[in-house]
């Protein structure tokens, strides 16, 4: 077996809402395609040998799989609960997984969760691997599979965004505030476009440069500090060694403590030095890590940290540095081997405590002490492995919130606002943080910004502190939002005309749109980006941009289908219609299985918001059942029987009735304007933009947009050549007119019928489609074409799609003849045939066009001066 195709989808998609990470492979079991689990020799019990722990109970997905795979199950299900289990095995624990065959008989689509997605990815390659090895050889060997798990986690180390930034993750998704990475520096977005926040490990957008660049200027914090009272270690830099001596006399002498002017984690510092030697040696260290090196007085006493948040204390640990303990019977390279065995010890700041190692300083206090490896430690006897209580070097921590002295308090509070930081971490020395700093001669070494938390929410000892929560509380107060309202639009026909109008009416209300389209992403009337935008990355460009107030976004299938949608919730979900288009893409191969896809939209519509559903159409009205959403409707049909219900109930809807779009919100009729007053309608004759309009509007009246701004705003837009190329933009001509439309299913031809049966005049179509519809695409057209038109032109696209020339205009050719009274001729250049049209079209007739190269049909038609087109009525 082997995988064809991997997907790694992101969002809400059509396997799940709620599992918005899953890894999609698209599997070829090739010679097992005919073979069930339990037609292979030994598949079972090899199984159960080398994942015993699929026995044990514990995540759903174990439940009577064994037994499962004994009675006979599809190999591909092997390969998802092996996915599943690897990863769980490598701490990350996942649950969900599906498995479905597709049309073509032995590939299958195999789908599971992941936690990384490069340990998801993995996961998929691994489990195939195994279960190729079990079905050929009935086994795995255990050290392939040791090195698997090895590699998932890796991959899931690799990943992490460290451990303070991870806590405030958890923190943020607790509170259903959305966050996405950055695609720079580490950074993370909270919340959505206006009301975002930015965080980079504990910097927040609220920090301030200043306070930063203080803070990391230890001499020019001790000055600050110094000058307002503050109680800081006496001392002074120096820049060359002969300077030493004279600096150790200014501090008061022995015992000293020498450090970079500019350091961090340690690095570089010697504490607690009473020697000449000593000192000299120190001074080489720093100066290796700055150019300035600062000599101060040494204090006696214990290291603490006190974190400050937004003006307030909100943990305090005493930090102790690396160490171990004797017993009498161990040597110090067993005690630290010992240590490092503890499973919370890992590399860097990745877990709670950190490995143990030897460096330069240990050796520095072996040689105080006339120790090295091999000395047995008396019983108790603690030997210090460094001079510094880093975390990161090994050191442990332990809670103290509750011991602080109020005056310290009160201090630390003072000295985040001195040095003007948000986030503060306040290092002290002193002998008991429990009493007033001055009284016990403590003092304040140190400013950080950017502390880290690990020592506060998981002490080694002591009640961990959720300190992520007031970082949240200070960008998220109590009544600020994190998210802007979210339109998204789906459904086969009609996306980008209604979400360009849906856009279009929230500007009336002076807020920032921002919106994704299949020719380009938008803000407010800029075009930020052309292309074909509707999928997940482009939606994200309109969520992380600072200066939007509204999304309103486009979202196509194929986007949904290759990755999940791009936000977690949505306050309206439109869908407009689902009917037969991209059929056999991405093994969607059915009507029902699109309604599926598009279906997503109304489900992850937040139960405060709308689902706007198409009364009129089965499929999508049928998705009310499938949301917690608040429903409104859309219909044609003034009297749809789906629509009365739902209003007779109190619901909302819209309705096309007596010549008026009209807002039905219970019993209250609010009629918003006239169809035939409306541009986009053409005059009122293209129902299929009336059904648009009544999308548009619902979503926004359900927004709490007034029917005036509606009203002014369907009155305002059109749909021109410029602002919608390709769409119904209709020319007229003097004495004809002619259509340009993109229509490209038989949905929308039979859309388009609906308008143009309205034409009083003679109806002429030049019509072809691409050449990688299906041959009954073709023969649908044609027969749609009789229908609508009293003549047609046949053309074929310039690329034919690998079809032979003539092939697709002979399938139409058999669809047209199905009706009979139909003229037609073939033309199989576009531009030859457009011109043909054009040149003989009689007075009063219609002239549609659907053309491969909107751009060109335009210009042939702009070569003709058509009349222009009136400016847009106030
Ligand atoms: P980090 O980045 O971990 O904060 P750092 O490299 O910035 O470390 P400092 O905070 O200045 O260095 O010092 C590290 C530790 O050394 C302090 O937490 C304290 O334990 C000790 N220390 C520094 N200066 C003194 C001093 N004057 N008297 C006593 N101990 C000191
Ligand atoms: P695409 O899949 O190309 O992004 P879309 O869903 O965004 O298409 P539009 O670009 O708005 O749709 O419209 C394309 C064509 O579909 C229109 O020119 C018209 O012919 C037809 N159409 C528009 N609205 C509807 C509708 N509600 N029902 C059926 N057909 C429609
Ligand atoms: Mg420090
Ligand atoms: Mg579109």
Request: hydrophobic share 40%.
């Amino acid at each position: 077996m082997r995988i064809l195709k991997t997907l790694t989808l992101r969002g809400p998609n059509y396997w799940s809402v709620r599992h918005p990470q899953l890894i999609v492979i698209r599997l070829d079991l090739e010679v097992f395609a005919d073979q069930r689990s339990d037609q292979i020799d030994g598949l079972a019990e090899g199984l159960a040998e080398i994942l015993p722990s699929l026995k044990t109970p514990g995540p759903s997905y174990r439940r009577r799989f064994l037994e499962r795979v004994e009675e006979g199950i599809s190999l591909a299900e092997v390969v998802e609960h092996v996915a599943l289990e690897l990863q769980t095995l490598a701490d990350m624990p996942v649950s969900f997984g599906r498995t479905k065959e597709t049309k073509t008989a032995g590939i299958h689509q195999v789908v599971f969760e992941y936690e990384n997605e490069q340990s998801g990815r993995y996961a998929a390659r691994a489990a195939v691997r195994l279960a190729n090895s079990l079905a050929k050889t009935g086994g795995y060997p255990a050290s392939e599979l040791k090195q698997d798990l090895a590699d998932l986690r890796d991959l899931q180390a690799e990943a992490s965004l460290g451990p303070s930034t991870e806590t405030i993750i958890q923190e943020v998704e607790r509170r259903g505030i959305p966050w996405m990475p950055l695609q720079s520096r580490a950074m993370i977005q909270l919340g959505h476009g206006v009301y975002q926040q930015r965080l980079q490990a504990t910097l927040s957008s609220r920090t301030g440069i200043l306070g930063v660049e203080l803070a990391c200027d230890k001499e020019g914090t001790k000055q600050i500090l110094k000058n307002a009272g503050v109680p800081v270690p006496r001392g002074t830099v120096i820049y060359y060694l002969d300077e030493l001596a004279d600096a150790i006399d200014r501090v008061g002498g022995f015992p000293i403590v020498i450090k970079p002017l500019d350091g961090n984690h340690g690095r570089g510092i010697t504490i607690d030095i009473n020697g000449w030697d000593q000192a000299e040696a120190a001074y080489e260290a720093a100066k290796d890590v700055s150019k300035g090196v600062i000599v101060e007085r040494f204090y006696r006493g214990r290291d603490h940290r006190i974190l400050v948040i937004n003006g307030r204390v909100v943990a305090v640990a005493e930090r102790v540095p690396a160490h171990v303990v004797g017993d009498g019977r161990s040597t110090i390279d067993e005690l630290i081997e010992e240590a490092n065995r503890d499973p919370r010890r890992g590399e860097g700041h990745a877990n709670v405590l950190t490995l143990l190692t030897v460096d330069r300083t240990t050796w520095q206090l072996f040689e105080n002490k006339g120790y090295d490896l091999d000395t047995v430690l008396p019983d108790g006897e603690i030997c210090y492995l460094r001079s510094t209580a880093n975390l990161s070097t090994g050191g442990i921590a332990i809670d103290r919130t509750d011991e602080i002295h109020p005056h310290n308090v009160w201090l630390a509070q003072r000295i985040a606002k001195l040095i003007g930081l948000d986030i503060a971490g306040i290092d002290v020395v002193t002998s008991d943080i429990s009493q007033p700093l001055r009284q016990i001669d403590g003092v304040i070494v140190e400013v950080n910004a950017a502390p880290g938390f690990r020592m506060h929410f998981s002490p080694s000892e002591g009640i961990p502190r959720n300190v992520a929560e007031p970082v949240i509380e200070m960008l998220f107060p109590p009544g600020q939002p994190s998210r802007i309202p979210i339109v998204a639009i789906t459904g086969t026909n009609g996306k980008t005309t209604t979400t360009r109008l849906t856009a279009h009416i929230f500007q009336q209300t002076q807020k920032v749109v921002g919106y994704t389209t299949t020719d380009g992403i938008y803000i407010n009337e800029h075009l930020v980006e052309p292309g074909d935008t509707t999928g997940p990355q482009s939606a994200q460009v309109v969520l992380q941009d600072p200066t939007v107030e509204i999304a309103v976004l486009e979202t196509a299938r194929g986007g949904i289908l290759r990755s999940g949608i791009a936000f977690d919730a949505c306050d309206v979900g439109v869908v407009l219609n689902v009917a037969a288009d991209h059929l056999g893409l991405g093994d969607i191969d059915t009507v029902e299985e699109m309604a599926q896809v598009k279906g997503v939209i109304a489900e992850v519509t937040r139960p405060k918001g709308y689902a706007v559903l198409n009364a009129d159409d089965e499929r999508v009205a049928a998705m009310a059942e499938r949301t917690k959403a608040q429903i409104a409707y859309f219909s044609m049909q003034p009297d749809s029987e789906l629509v009365q219900r739902h209003t007779e109930a109190g619901g909302l809807a819209a309705v096309y009735e007596n010549g008026y779009l009209t807002i039905l919100k219970g019993d209250w009729i609010l009629r918003i304007e006239q169809a035939v007053h409306l541009p986009l309608t053409m005059g009122g004759r293209a129902p299929f933009m009336i059904a648009n309009a009544l999308a548009a509007s619902l979503a926004a009246f359900s927004q709490g947009v007034s029917i005036e701004e509606i009203r002014l705003a369907l009155l305002t837009f059109r749909a021109s050549a410029a602002q919608t190329p390709g769409r119904m933009n209709l020319f007229d001509l003097g004495n004809f007119h002619a259509l340009v439309d993109y229509a490209h299913n038989p949905a929308s031809y039979e859309a388009l019928a609906g308008f143009v049966q309205n034409w009083p005049g003679q109806r002429i179509g030049v019509i072809g489609g691409p050449g990688d519809r299906r041959d009954e695409d073709f023969i649908t057209l044609g027969r749609l074409s009789a229908q609508m038109f009293d003549r047609v032109i046949v053309k074929e696209d310039d690329d034919t799609r690998g079809r032979p020339r003539g092939e697709a205009a002979d399938y139409i050719i058999k669809g047209l003849e199905t009706v009979g009274d139909c003229r037609y001729e073939s033309i199989l250049r576009e531009s030859e045939a457009i011109e043909v049209a054009l040149d003989s079209a009689p007075a009063g007739s219609l002239v549609v066009i659907l053309p491969e190269s909107v751009r060109q049909a335009i210009k042939l038609i702009e070569a003709r001066n058509p009349v222009p087109q009136a400016p847009p009525s106030p």
